[in-house]
């Protein structure tokens, strides 16, 4: 992956699935901050925010999720 990105640099910048130039890019800042509080409804979510708050580390199947 390094050398790949290191020659393709544009993969910083553009997507590499076009299909995600499609998706709507407005910022909801209410969805932000229930997302760092760990209040989304998602209940698989909020744990992983909950732990990441309470404990400052988040292990490897909740950050590959």
Wanted: proline content about 2%; overall charge negative.
């Amino acid at each position: 992956f390094i050398q790949k990105f290191e020659m393709e640099d544009r993969m910083e910048f553009e997507h590499v699935n076009r299909g995600y130039d499609l998706l709507n890019k407005t910022r909801n800042d209410d969805y932000l901050e229930a997302w760092a509080k760990g209040t989304t409804g998602f209940p698989l979510v909020d744990a992983c925010m909950r732990c990441l708050q309470a404990t400052g580390y988040v292990n490897f199947r909740m950050r590959a999720m």
